[in-house]
């Protein structure tokens, strides 16, 4: 049997080691054979940082995680009796410790029979080769190396294939076809065509899996080096018209009178790994994926000038609201992916030299926190293959960046608000709360945005004496309208 040097293997992590001996020996002690297994394993091999510690058993799980919590004076472990696993939170890393099993599933359900087996089983049940290795840590027999479906062979040659049949995995557990597709991205890794060919029989029956499982996995695909490998892989599998169809429906071109028009699907995959080489955040690269969604829908020609997509930006927000509902995204990300989209063709429109500030200071207001994020976004826009035409956008971005900052320096808009505030202006006016107090005080914003007066309460303050009857009236009338329509 082939050993391995598991301390030298964890490259000498203290802590995990220490607690890899004290389970091994408690293991030991309790006659059971006591492994570590999957994700642990491969990402030791493949020198990646570890965060959760996955413990296998030939007894009871459940009460050997008791045990270990006990010994490691750890007071919380979570049980999950169906399923004979128990997760540990230690400070450093998740701890997971489950009796080795078998499952079996009925054709229209994700809920497993579990039936409690040897270490060999354990591991023909799990989705991918270099998933399915173990390490005994026992002391006696620390570091001997189980294999049996050569897992160590597939990650030297960067394969990514299934122990078993994979339609009988993709049957068991229709995740995994994401699960494929998402470590062949994050890895760059190849998925065996026998692997492939079964992901694009057994497409349809991602759809008994719950969304949020699917989102979780679409996250980690978006979130690696190169997203664009995963998307392709989703497209030309079938999964993604049954996950995303917005986005499968980008591709394609189409030509009249001569005039064609990028195929925006490859354009959207450029924009999202050119994000990825400048971004590590979630809602970026989500923005960067739906950016143009909303161009079938608004796709028009017109003769003597092509292909129109006229108001995609809002269009492709709104339709983005359902999007991130269905996917089942936080509120505040949702929000922020759509200001993102409506927004993304805006800051190209600020480069010329007869912008005024005031253009500036709105898009700056109305962008608010996300406004560098967009000019991230707008950056990563520019998938021309002409080097001088990429430098060119470049260059003006890097202008309307600057003309930015010398608002914010000069307006201090990053907290932008009036500087007269409500509890004043009904003071001056003698009236009670009301919209028209909010409507007084937006006048005095959009006087100092268009660059009237400065931002400061001297100077607003003048402003609202000075116009003390003319502002009242403007705002009870942009109220009487907003009533009457």
């Not at 990646?48 to 413990?55: E, F, K, M, Q």
């Not at 937006?442 to 006087?447: G, K, P, W, Y």
């Amino acid at each position: 049997m082939m050993k391995i040097d598991i301390d030298h293997l964890l490259n000498g992590h203290k802590e995990l080691i220490r607690c890899l001996h004290l389970i091994g020996k408690e293991g030991s002690h309790a006659g059971l054979e006591t492994y570590i297994v999957g994700g642990i394993v491969r990402d030791a091999f493949l020198g990646r940082p570890i965060t959760d510690l996955d413990v296998v058993v030939t007894g009871d799980g459940i009460q050997f995680a008791d045990r270990i919590a006990e010994v490691l004076h750890i007071g919380t472990v979570v049980r999950y009796h169906q399923f004979g696993t128990a997760m540990i939170p230690h400070e450093q890393f998740r701890i997971e410790i489950a009796s080795a099993r078998k499952e079996t599933y009925a054709r229209d359900s994700r809920k497993p029979s579990v039936v409690f087996t040897d270490i060999t089983e354990d591991l023909r049940r799990r989705d991918f080769t270099i998933n399915a290795m173990a390490l005994d840590i026992r002391p006696e027999h620390y570091g001997d190396f189980k294999d049996p479906f050569s897992g160590l062979k597939d990650l030297k040659v960067q394969i990514i294939r299934t122990p078993l049949d994979p339609e009988e995995t993709f049957f068991d557990d229709p995740l995994r076809m994401m699960r494929a597709i998402r470590f062949a991205t994050q890895f760059c890794y190849r998925i065996e065509d026998k692997t492939f060919d079964a992901i694009k029989k057994m497409v349809e029956r991602i759809n008994i899996i719950s969304m949020e499982r699917i989102r979780d996995e679409l996250i980690k695909i978006l979130m690696a080096p190169q997203p664009s490998i995963g998307f392709i892989l989703m497209e030309n599998s079938g999964l993604l018209p049954l996950i995303l169809p917005e986005i499968s429906l980008l591709k394609g071109t189409e030509e009249k009178n001569g005039f064609g028009h990028k195929d925006v699907f490859y354009h959207t995959l450029k924009v999202l790994d050119n994000i990825s080489l400048l971004s590590d955040k979630l809602t970026i690269r989500f923005a960067a994926l739906f950016h143009d969604v909303g161009k079938p829908v608004t796709k028009r020609f017109a003769p003597n000038q092509g292909w129109t997509f006229h108001g995609h930006e809002e269009i492709g927000a709104r339709q983005f609201e359902t999007i991130g509902r269905r996917l089942k995204l936080p509120v505040r990300y949702i929000k922020e992916i759509r200001k993102l989209i409506r927004l993304h063709l805006r800051p190209i429109a600020l480069a010329g030299e007869d912008v005024t500030d005031s253009a500036v200071r709105r898009l700056r207001v109305e962008a608010g926190d996300t406004i560098y994020d967009l000019l991230t976004l707008c950056r990563a826009d520019i998938t021309s293959k002409n080097p001088e035409k990429v430098q060119e956008y470049q260059k003006h971005f890097d202008d309307v960046e600057q003309r930015i900052k010398k608002v914010e320096e000069k307006d201090r808009l990053r907290a932008f608000q009036s500087p007269v505030r409500g509890k004043e202006i009904m003071d001056f006016y003698q009236i009670p709360p009301s919209p028209l107090v909010g409507k007084i005080k937006s006048l005095i914003e959009n006087a100092i945005l268009d660059g009237e007066i400065s931002n400061d309460y001297q100077a607003a303050k003048h402003w609202l004496t000075e116009n003390r009857e003319t502002l009242l009236k403007k705002a009870q009338e942009a109220l009487s309208k907003k009533e009457s329509s």
